[in-house]
């Protein structure tokens, strides 16, 4: 499988022109592309209720992933006024989960493009895998509410609980025997918040193939932490862990539930937004100027004195298509910041930009094709204390972090450079 290709690939999906522009892109409700709404989003975040009640689908979780993965709040913003307004240490559970996030993009910074492919081998050799979702399954008909469920959630909202997306990944792998890669494409595609480090990883996570062993989860599981809809008594998954570790370990592919099940369609993907609002590169709208480089993953507030340029790379999306509320969702922020924005691939982008006298702002390791390294971006601030090498585990990056901790950033008696 070439690692760069997604397995889901919309065969109907439209290129730029009259094509996208017929399709109906409305944003999704919960989440405003703004920075008011990422700033609320951030005050509203209830850090003492939340190691109690975030494995709960209606538990206290933050719901900035979509505003972090595109830049409208940094990581390193985000665990500093956490840990200002509500005094948490780094020992702190919602810091140690925004840990995770961090721990996820050094790797991908670490390994590129090898996190697309098994991390090490899993519970079955790649081989026992199917590289293609079912059709129930994609279209939330498997008979077992708790993946139906999350299937429709995902296609209505673009977002999904973390517990929902592990519950629907490890069925995905470890029920029907779908690659987790296949998987990780699709949702992917649907997600606001889709960041390839954290989605992709997340699911070999889940696999096997980047953890000690595969994520396993059970009806019980479900009827503690979901509302009474998304129980699923008398599936598949209402047995026990050791029965459910021998399917992992078992080339044996389950199927949907017996019977007939209300099914959804799918979601269309798109490589390009409405080409209403986007043009070709023209190099002389900025030529002797201060350009800022807007893209899909720093949509915050340009700063004063330069000039904003939106820019989209045609062959990423070709690549990674996207939902139409998160098309909605991005397009939406380019145009309330940007007046020029330039849709083309990404050495034609950065060829337009030459003539500019600097070109300033944030690198994100989605930028993957080469041209962009002429433009020498800097990484965004660092959370963390980030390791020079990379960290094979979380458990390693973490005691690095805690250990190179600043003075009053861990409780009494926890490891720390003193």
């Given at each position: 499988m070439n690692r760069h290709q997604p397995v889901f690939e919309a065969t109907?999906?439209?290129?730029?022109?009259?094509?996208?522009?017929?399709?109906?892109?409305?944003?999704?409700?919960?989440?405003?592309?703004?920075?008011?709404?990422?700033?609320?989003?951030?005050?509203?975040?209830?850090?003492?209720?939340?190691?109690?009640s975030r494995n709960h689908l209606d538990g206290a979780v933050t719901r900035l992933s979509p505003y972090l993965t595109h830049g409208l709040l940094d990581l390193a913003e985000v665990v500093a006024s956490l840990r200002k307004r509500h005094h948490l240490p780094l020992t702190h559970k919602l810091v140690q989960e925004l840990g995770w996030r961090a721990y996820f993009q050094h790797?991908?910074?670490?390994?590129?493009?090898?996190?697309?492919?098994?991390?090490?081998?899993?519970?079955?050799?790649?081989?026992?895998?199917?590289?293609?979702?079912?059709?129930?399954?994609?279209?939330?008909?498997?008979?077992?509410?708790?993946?139906?469920?999350?299937?429709?959630?995902?296609?209505?909202?673009?977002?999904?609980?973390?517990?929902?997306?592990?519950?629907?990944?490890?069925?995905?792998?470890?029920?029907?025997?779908?690659?987790?890669?296949?998987?990780?494409?699709?949702?992917?595609?649907?997600l606001l918040d889709g960041d390839l480090a954290s989605n992709h990883l997340s699911w070999q996570w889940v696999a096997g193939t980047g953890s000690a062993k595969p994520y396993l989860f059970n009806a019980e599981n479900v009827a503690r932490y979901a509302p009474p809809a998304w129980h699923s008594p008398g599936t598949v998954i209402d047995t026990t862990y050791a029965v459910l570790d021998a399917l992992a370990h078992s080339p044996q592919r389950r199927g949907a539930e017996p019977g007939a099940h209300p099914a959804v369609d799918e979601p269309p993907l798109f490589a390009a937004p409405p080409a209403e609002g986007f043009t070709a590169p023209d190099a002389a709208t900025v030529a002797g100027r201060t350009v800022w480089l807007v893209h899909p993953w720093a949509l915050a507030d340009p700063p004063a004195g330069t000039l904003p340029v939106a820019v989209l790379d045609t062959r990423w999306h070709a690549r990674w298509p996207w939902s139409a509320q998160r098309w909605a969702f991005v397009g939406a922020r380019m145009h309330a910041i940007a007046s020029l924005r330039w849709m083309a691939p990404a050495p034609e982008l950065v060829a337009a930009l030459r003539p500019a006298a600097q070109v300033r702002g944030w690198y994100n390791p989605h930028l993957d094709d080469p041209a962009w390294a002429a433009l020498r971006l800097p990484l965004p601030p660092s959370a963390f204390a980030d390791p020079d090498r990379a960290c094979r585990s979380f458990s390693a990056y973490w005691t690095h972090v805690l250990k190179h901790a600043p003075p009053g950033a861990l409780p009494q008696g926890v490891l720390s450079n003193d």
């Open positions: 109907d999906t439209p290129a730029t022109g009259a094509g996208c522009a017929a399709v109906p892109f409305a944003a999704s409700e919960a989440f405003a592309p703004t920075p008011a709404a990422a700033r609320a989003r951030l005050a509203a975040v209830r850090a003492g209720d939340y190691a109690r790797s991908w910074r670490h390994r590129g493009a090898a996190i697309f492919d098994d991390l090490h081998p899993g519970p079955l050799p790649a081989a026992a895998y199917a590289r293609e979702l079912p059709a129930d399954l994609r279209r939330g008909a498997t008979g077992v509410p708790v993946i139906d469920q999350a299937v429709r959630t995902l296609y209505a909202s673009g977002y999904l609980h973390n517990h929902a997306r592990m519950w629907l990944a490890s069925y995905t792998v470890h029920v029907r025997k779908v690659h987790w890669r296949a998987g990780a494409d699709w949702m992917f595609a649907h």
